[in-house]
C-alpha cells in the first residue's frame, strides 16, 4: 500500500519539479507578481469573471464577458460619457457630417499610442474597419452601412486582400467615412467595442491569434491570460488620456456565485455580482455600504407573436386579439412583481424605451394592474371570463429569475380566467425555436448595444428584422417602419428622437408585448475601490463602459 | 495473463464505439447551429449555412459519423466551433488539473479510508468504529459538489485564513506552486471516496483478522500492530488497491462539479463549458477521452489484480 502511494507521490513530484504542468499562458511578455491574498492591495483591482472570455478580438466579441475585458484593452472612435453623452475618444472632436448625413469626417488625436508604441494613424482606423468585413468578424452589423461594405465581405469570403472602399484616409490624422445612405444612428455602432481600433502589424503578429493576444490604445493591455483561470492587465503608462490610477487589474473566472461571494468576503476580490435573491442578505448585512446599484438600458418582456397560425394572439390589426393582449396587461402587478417577488432588482416598465436612455418618456405612468379593466377587454376580445380562450403555453428558459416571474404571472392572469401553461427550454433549443416563429407567446430581454432608441425599436419591430434578426413577435407596422427609416435619415438630434419616441407609442397601441420590466444592476465593490462609476450600458461586473483609467484602488487607512 | 490482456483490451473496442454513437447522436438531435456558434446569434444566415457546409455539418447523420471516428483514430478530434483550436488541445491542457486533482483525491481518500477502516476493524464494535462507520455512511451519501459547497461557506475561508491556502481558483505557474490550490477541492473529494475505501477497508480486514496465521502471529509474540500492519493489512490490500484504482477511475471522470465549485479548470468544467454553448466536437471529444480514460483505468486494476493475486488463474484451468 505504502509502495502504491509513494508511486502517486513520486508522479506527482516529478511532474511538479519539470514544471511540464504549468498552465497554458497565451500571452506573453512582463508578469506581475502581486500577493493579493485576503487584504486589498492599493493600485491593484481585482475582480471575478463568471466565464472565461471566448474572444478579445474586437471583431469577434459577441458577448458581454469579452466585452467587458476588451473596453480596458481597446477604444474606438468615439465613446459615451457617464451621463452617455456621445464624446470624442481617438478622435480629436465629435466628425463633421456632410453630404446630406453619408459623409463623416474625423480628425484623430495626434500622439496616441498604441500598446506597442507606434502612434496610432488614419491608416489603422481604415484597416480596423475593414476588418469587419471578414468572414470570421461577427459584427459585419457595425460597417454594414459604409459604402462598399457587402462588396468587402464577399471579396474577403473570396479571399482577396480587404478592400472597404467607404472608408478613406485624407492624411495620417483624418479619415473620411462614406455611408450608402444616410444612417443616423451610425456613429454609435463606431461607439462599439468590435469597432476598435487595432494596430495591423500586431494582428499579422498574432498569425490568427490576436483574441488571445490583443493590443490596443486602452488604459491596460494584457500580459497573463491563464485559460479558464485567470486574467492580468497591466497599466500602459502612455494612455492618451493620462496614466490610469490602478496598476493592474487581476480577473478570477469563477463560475460558482456563491464562491465569488465568500471570496469577497474573505477580501479576495474587490468587485462581486449580486445574484437572484441575495439583495437582501447583502443590504441588511455590515456589507451594505458595498452595495452599487443602477439602472440598466434593457428591458423584460413576453413577447406575442403576431403571426402564429392559431395563436388567439395572432394579428396586428385583428381589434379581439388587440384587446386579449391589452388585458394580459392589465391583468399584471408589476409593482408587486418588482418590489416583493424580485427584491426591487427591476422597475416596473412603462413602454419600450427603458430608463436612463433618451427618449426615455418618464411622464408615462407604469402599466399598472387593474382587473376589473382586464376582465371588461378580456370579455370585448370574446373570452367572458376566459371562457373559450384555450391555454396558450409561455416559452421561457429557466435561468435566473425566469420560472420566478412566469409563475408570478401565470397566478396573476389566472386572476381574471386565463390559462397559460409553463414550458421549459434551454437557451439553445429555446432561442432557435423563438428564432424560428415557433412559440405563440414567450420571455426574452433586450440589453442596448448603444444608448439609442433605434437599437430597440428598429432591431425589435422592424419589418425587415423578423424572426432570427431580432424582431421575433414578427410585428409588422407599416407606419412604425417607415417612422424607424424616417429616423435612420434625420440628421436634427430632436426631431430624430420626436420620430422615435412616436414609432414607440404606435407600438404600444398594437401591444405586441406583455410589458413586464426595466433592469436595474446591483453589484457589491469594496469601499477603498474608488471613482467607479457605471453607466446603464455596463452589465454586472463586466463595467463595459467605466471610465477605466480613473478608477483606483486606494489604501485602507487603519 | 498476455491472451487475457488482448482480450480485455478487444473487449473495450465494442465500448468505445457505443459511447461515441450515443454521445454523436444526442449531440447530432439536440438544437444548436454550429454556424450560429461560431459567428453569433444575429450572424448572416448565409455566412452561417456557408460554414455548416464547409464543415460538413449539412452531411447525412452516418457520413458524419464515419468520418468523426475515422478521423478520432488519427487522434483528430476536430476543432471547437466556439473555441476555434482543436479539441485535442482543450482536453489536453484541461486534463492536466483533472488529473492532478485525481491523484490528490485519491491520496487523500486512501490515507482516510485505509486509517479509518483499520482502526474500525480493529477496534470492532467499540465506540471508534460505530463513529467511523457513521462518518463512512454518511460519506457514501454526500453529494460530493455539496460537500464542496458547504466547506467552502463553513470551513474554506477559516482553513484557507490559517493555512495560507487559496480559496477558490488555482494560483501559481508550477505545480509546486499550484499545489496549495488543490488542497480544498482534493480534501472534498477524499472525504466523500474515503467512505467507500473505509468500508472496504475494515470488511477485508476484518476478514483478514479472524485467519488461523492471524492467530500464530500473535501467538509467536509480535505485538498488535505489527500483526495488523505486516500480516493482515498486506493479505487484505488486494480488494482495498481494487476499490483505490476504481475510485480513481472515478476521480478522473467525477470532479465535474468539484471543478465548478472551486473554479478548477479541468475537463469536466470544459464539457460542462462545452455544453452550454452547444460546442458539439468538444463535448464529443471530453465525453469520448472520459470514457476510455475509465475503461482504462478499470482495465489497468483488473490487470493488477491478476497480477498481485497468485490465487487468481484468470479463466485458465
Known amino acids: 500500500m505504502r509502495r502504491h502511494l509513494a508511486v502517486l507521490l513520486a508522479i506527482v513530484t516529478l511532474a511538479a519539479s519539470t514544471g511540464c504542468w504549468e498552465q497554458p499562458n497565451s500571452t506573453t511578455g512582463k508578469k506581475t507578481v502581486i500577493d493579493s491574498k485576503n487584504k486589498p492591495v492599493p ?3 481585482r475582480t471575478p469573471l463568471l466565464t472565461n472570455p471566448p474572444d478579445l478580438d474586437p471583431i469577434l466579441i459577441s ?60 491608416e489603422d482606423v481604415r484597416y480596423s474597419l475593414s476588418r469587419l468585413a ?19 465581405a464577399e471579396s474577403a469570403r473570396q479571399g482577396n486582400p480587404l478592400q472597404l472602399d467607404g472608408v478613406r484616409v485624407l492624411n495620417d490624422y483624418e479619415v473620411q467615412i462614406i455611408l450608402s445612405e444616410p444612417y443616423s444612428p451610425f456613429l454609435f455602432r463606431l461607439a462599439m467595442t468590435n469597432a476598435a481600433i487595432v494596430p495591423k502589424e500586431a494582428v499579422e503578429a498574432a498569425a490568427g491569434n490576436f483574441s488571445r493576444q490583443p493590443m490596443g490604445t486602452g488604459p491596460f493591455r494584457l500580459v497573463e491570460w491563464k485559460e479558464n483561470t485567470s486574467l492580468l492587465l497591466e497599466r500602459f503608462d502612455d494612455y492618451f488620456r493620462g496614466k490610469p490610477k490602478l496598476e493592474a487589474i487581476e480577473m478570477r473566472v469563477i463560475p460558482e456565485s456563491l464562491v465569488r461571494q465568500q471570496e469577497y468576503e474573505a477580501g479576495n476580490l474587490d468587485i462581486c455580482d449580486v445574484t437572484s435573491g441575495m439583495d437582501s442578505k447583502w443590504r441588511n448585512s455590515n456589507h451594505s455600504h458595498d452595495v452599487l446599484e443602477w439602472p440598466q438600458l434593457a428591458i423584460y418582456y413576453y413577447g406575442f407573436n403576431l403571426e402564429k397560425d392559431g395563436s388567439p394572439y395572432k394579428g396586428r390589426t385583428d381589434e379581439q386579439a388587440r384587446k386579449l393582449r391589452l388585458a394580459l396587461n392589465y391583468a399584471v402587478d408589476r409593482e408587486h412583481l418588482c418590489k416583493n417577488v424580485l427584491e426591487d432588482r427591476y422597475y416596473p416598465a412603462n413602454g419600450i424605451i427603458p430608463r436612463g436612455m433618451p427618449g426615455h418618456n418618464a411622464a408615462r ?47 396573476d392572469l389566472r386572476k381574471i380566467g386565463v390559462q397559460i401553461e409553463l414550458k421549459q427550454l434551454d437557451w439553445g433549443a429555446f432561442i432557435k425555436a423563438a428564432d424560428a416563429g415557433e412559440p405563440a407567446f414567450f420571455r426574452l430581454g433586450w440589453v442596448a448595444d448603444y444608448p439609442d432608441p433605434e437599437n430597440f425599436l428598429s432591431f425589435l419591430f422592424h419589418s425587415s428584422n423578423k424572426g432570427p434578426r431580432g424582431n421575433v413577435t414578427f410585428f409588422d407596422n407599416p407606419v412604425v417602419d417607415s417612422l424607424l427609416d424616417e429616423s435612420d435619415k434625420e440628421t436634427d438630434p430632436k426631431l430624430r428622437l420626436s420620430m422615435l419616441q412616436r414609432a414607440e407609442e404606435a407600438i404600444i397601441a398594437d401591444t405586441p408585448w406583455l410589458f413586464l420590466a426595466f433592469n436595474k444592476e446591483v453589484i457589491l465593490r469594496k469601499p477603498h475601490v474608488k471613482n467607479l462609476h457605471p453607466t446603464g450600458m455596463d452589465d454586472d461586473v463586466n463595467l463595459s463602459h467605466v471610465s477605466w483609467h480613473e478608477v483606483a484602488v486606494e489604501e485602507i487607512q487603519p | 495473463m498476455l491472451a487475457y490482456a488482448l482480450r480485455r483490451i478487444l473487449g473495450l473496442i465494442p ?91 485519491i491520496i487523500v481518500a486512501s490515507i482516510i479510508g485505509v486509517g479509518a477502516g483499520i482502526l474500525s476493524a480493529v477496534r470492532s464494535r467499540t465506540l471508534i468504529d460505530y463513529a467511523s462507520m457513521f462518518f463512512a455512511i454518511l460519506g457514501v451519501s454526500t453529494p460530493v ?29 508550477t505545480l509546486w506552486e499550484q499545489l496549495p490550490s488543490y488542497f480544498l477541492p482534493a480534501m472534498a473529494l477524499g472525504l466523500i471516496f474515503s467512505a467507500t475505501i473505509a468500508r472496504l477497508t475494515r470488511s477485508a480486514m476484518l476478514d483478514v483478522l479472524t485467519q488461523d496465521y492471524i492467530r500464530t502471529a500473535k501467538a509467536k509474540g509480535l505485538s498488535g500492530w505489527t500483526v495488523v500492519m505486516r500480516h493482515a493489512l498486506r493479505n487484505a490490500s488486494i480488494p482495498i488497491t481494487t476499490v483505490i484504482g476504481n475510485s480513481f477511475a472515478y476521480l478522473l471522470v467525477g470532479a465535474v462539479l468539484t471543478e465548478t465549485v472551486f473554479a478548477l479548470p479541468g475537463l469536466g468544467r470544459e464539457i460542462v463549458t462545452a455544453i452550454t454553448q452547444r460546442d458539439r466536437l468538444v463535448i464529443t471529444g471530453g465525453i469520448l477521452f472520459m470514457a476510455v480514460l475509465f475503461v482504462a483505468v478499470n482495465l489497468i486494476v483488473d490487470l493488477l489484480y491478476a497480477l498481485f493475486d497468485p490465487r487468481v488463474r484468470l479463466g485458465q484451468e
Open chain 1, 134 to 152: 471578414l468572414t470570421e468578424s461577427k459584427r459585419f452589423n457595425v460597417i454594414e452601412r459604409i459604402m462598399g461594405a457587402k462588396a468587402a
Open chain 1, 365 to 411: 405612468p407604469a402599466f399598472k394592474q387593474d382587473v376589473e379593466k382586464a376582465k371588461e377587454l378580456l370579455a370585448e376580445a370574446g373570452y367572458p371570463n376566459g371562457e373559450g380562450l384555450p391555454a396558450v403555453q409561455l416559452l421561457f428558459n429557466p435561468q435566473g429569475d425566469h420560472t420566478l416571474i412566469a409563475q408570478t404571472v401565470q397566478q
Open chain 1, 63 to 122: 458577448d458581454t464577458t469579452s466585452n467587458g475585458v476588451a473596453s480596458r484593452i481597446f477604444n474606438t472612435l468615439v465613446g459615451y460619457d457617464a451621463e452617455l453623452n456621445m464624446i470624442p475618444e481617438l478622435a480629436e472632436s465629435l466628425p463633421e457630417i456632410t453630404g446630406s448625413g453619408t459623409v463623416y469626417t474625423f480628425k484623430l488625436r495626434k500622439g496616441v499610442k498604441f500598446q506597442n508604441g507606434r502612434e496610432m494613424k488614419a
Open chain 2, 145 to 173: 459538489f455539496w460537500l464542496g459547497i458547504l466547506m467552502i461557506i463553513f470551513i474554506g475561508r477559516p482553513v484557507a485564513e490559517a493555512l495560507d491556502i487559496p480559496l477558490s481558483g488555482i494560483h501559481g505557474d
Open chain 2, 15 to 105: 465500448v468505445i464505439l457505443l459511447v461515441t454513437l450515443i454521445v454523436f447522436t444526442l449531440n447530432h438531435f439536440i438544437p444548436g447551429d454550429p454556424g450560429r456558434i461560431r459567428f453569433g446569434q444575429y450572424a448572416d444566415p448565409e455566412k452561417v449555412a456557408q460554414y455548416n457546409e464547409d464543415r460538413g455539418y449539412n452531411d447525412p447523420f452516418f457520413v458524419q459519423y464515419f468520418r468523426y471516428l475515422k478521423n478520432a483514430c488519427m487522434l483528430d478530434f476536430g476543432e471547437s466551433d466556439a473555441k476555434k483550436v482543436p479539441v485535442v488541445d482543450i482536453i489536453g491542457g484541461a486534463f492536466k488539473v483533472t488529473l492532478v486533482l485525481a491523484i490528490l483525491g
Open chain 1, 43 to 45: 493600485g491593484l483591482l
